[in-house]
């Protein structure tokens, strides 16, 4: 299997290629160049194994030119040695006609664990395979989440280094517990005297600079672990197929009958990985994409008008604050049936103009795969009270948005397909908020300490990862500002 970038008709590139490269020059993202079909008795056999044993298959589709012991190894070391419980990825039923799906079993309790556990594998593999000898510098910006899951994905990972910058005020105080707490011989750890756009620039900046030759020489290689990584994507399809299967087995769902998805939806990323397995023969119906008060997704599936002009709201399902969904682009090159021109055109109107418009057959197209709605703050916060008291469930305020968006959709189209809700946050990574949303007001001097008020609350456990934080060293004091990235990336490696 081959790659090629949605920007250029002459690419064509390895997987191993397309993930050590994360990003094609020209600026496009590397698709994969056909979708294998499984049938229904490969879908048989799938349901008699286990997570690892899906996710092996799958991935041995896509990623043709890694050796298959090895893509077993990654796996391993991912879901199994790792800090994943068996199982991995588990649906529940929530209520009749919806089950979640939840994805936040990992390390950070974020669903970007489920891809940032294994990408490092993979790419560590594909650096080996190809004859690299340098040693792999990860540098991230982060408002949150990633930065969080990408230093335990990278924590101690053999010839690599990870070093992670976030904005001293642009993180919620559990995310910044979790990093400055962060173990691992070769992580670190720098708050951005700025914003998150500061700390991102930054990196990017670092990324454009002279510096390659200087890193060249003493042996080491930038590379990041951005969520248009085609390693990121590829992992992110398993839990579909899993999810379904678990559904049949489970004797919820009859043999291959359709199943509709809901995704909190930020950049793209977790629903197009649904799209893939739609794709690739699950019998996914409608993808509906849920977004929070940064509705710009919402508007584009309804009117075909993308456009970024607009206020940027700040939310409590922070990782849904975004308005350009850069994994959008491989959707549209989908649906315009590959046209590297077409969608350079549209790439091109967003950067200059912070617009573009599609219509036609495409917009149609979208309509039929995908419906779009969003939630506001105080919908969530009512989502999150009135799902507890009903079904005893405890919901964080991203997958809150997804259940309120499913109700809207249920509603207004009178869809009764049996729905898995994707959950991508444990509700204890925003204990504040949730606590708040149930009804216990009252002032909040530290997150950290309304964990067990939330566990008493709810009678769900706190999540191990997050109970140790508060009596956690903390390993990672320095602070930069927006002008000393790039120097206090040189002293971290002794340069
Ligand atoms: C990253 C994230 C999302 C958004 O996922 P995308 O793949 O970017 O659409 C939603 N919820 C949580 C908790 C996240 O961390």
């Not at 409608?286 to 710009?296: H, P």
């Not at 969608?343 to 979208?366: A, H, P």
């Not at 009596?471 to 002008?483: A, F, G, N, T, Y």
Request: charge should be negative.
């Amino acid at each position: 299997m081959l790659y090629e970038s949605t920007r250029d008709k002459n690419s064509r590139l390895t997987s191993m290629d397309a993930i050590k490269q994360g990003i094609s020059k020209e600026g496009g993202l590397f698709v994969p160049e056909a979708f294998p079909r499984l049938g229904t008795e490969d879908l048989s056999d799938l349901a008699a194994g286990d997570y690892t044993m899906r996710a092996r298959h799958i991935l041995k589709l896509f990623l043709s030119d890694y050796k298959e012991e090895d893509i077993d190894r990654c796996i391993e070391a991912a879901y199994v040695n790792g800090a994943f419980p068996p199982g991995v990825a588990p649906v529940v039923s929530l209520c009749p006609g919806l089950d979640v799906l939840e994805l936040w079993h990992g390390p950070t309790c974020a669903f970007k664990d489920m891809a940032l556990q294994l990408l490092p594998h993979l790419m560590t593999t594909a650096i080996r395979a190809t004859g690299e000898q340098k040693e792999i510098v990860i540098l991230t910006a982060t408002s949150g989440d990633t930065g969080k899951a990408a230093l335990e994905g990278f924590r101690d990972v053999e010839g690599t280094r990870i070093i992670v910058f976030y904005p001293v005020h642009g993180v919620s105080s559990m995310q910044r517990l979790q990093m400055i707490t962060q173990k691992g011989r070769n992580t670190k750890v720098i708050a951005v005297e700025g914003n998150f756009d500061d700390a991102q620039s930054g990196v990017k900046s670092i990324f454009g600079s002279d510096l390659d030759d200087r890193l060249d020489k003493a042996g080491y290689r930038l590379s990041s672990a951005n969520s248009i990584n085609w390693g990121r994507l590829v992992p992110q399809i398993v839990y579909y197929f899993s999810a379904y299967l678990d559904l049949i087995n489970q004797g919820r769902i009859k043999k291959w009958q359709t199943v509709n998805v809901v995704v909190p939806t930020g950049n793209f990323g977790n629903i197009l990985a649904a799209y893939y397995a739609k794709r690739m023969g699950l019998p996914l119906g409608r993808l509906i994409c849920a977004s929070n008060r940064n509705n710009v997704l919402t508007d584009f599936i309804s009117t075909g008008v993308y456009d970024i002009n607009r206020i940027f709201y700040k939310t409590t399902s922070p990782s849904m604050d975004i308005l350009i969904s850069s994994n959008l682009e491989r959707l549209l090159y989908e649906l315009s049936e590959r046209d590297t021109d077409f969608v350079s055109g549209l790439m091109r109107e967003l950067k200059e103009r912070g617009r573009y418009k599609v219509d036609g057959q495409l917009l149609n197209r979208l309509n039929d795969l995908f419906w779009g709605s969003y939630a506001d703050e105080g919908q969530t916060r009512a989502t999150i009270k009135d799902t507890f008291e009903k079904y005893g469930y405890t919901l964080d305020p991203h997958t809150a948005v997804g259940k309120f968006v499913y109700d809207q959709y249920r509603l207004q189209t009178g869809d009764t397909t049996e729905t898995i809700l994707v959950s991508t946050a444990s509700p204890f990574k925003f204990p504040a908020e949730v606590l708040k949303a149930l009804g216990y007001e009252g002032d909040v001097p530290d997150e950290a300490a309304c964990l067990e008020d939330l566990s008493r609350v709810t009678g769900v456990p706190v999540p191990a990862p997050l109970e140790s934080l508060s009596h956690s060293e903390v390993l990672h004091k320095d602070v930069c500002s927006r002008e000393g990235m790039k120097q206090a990336l040189l002293s971290y490696l002794k340069l």
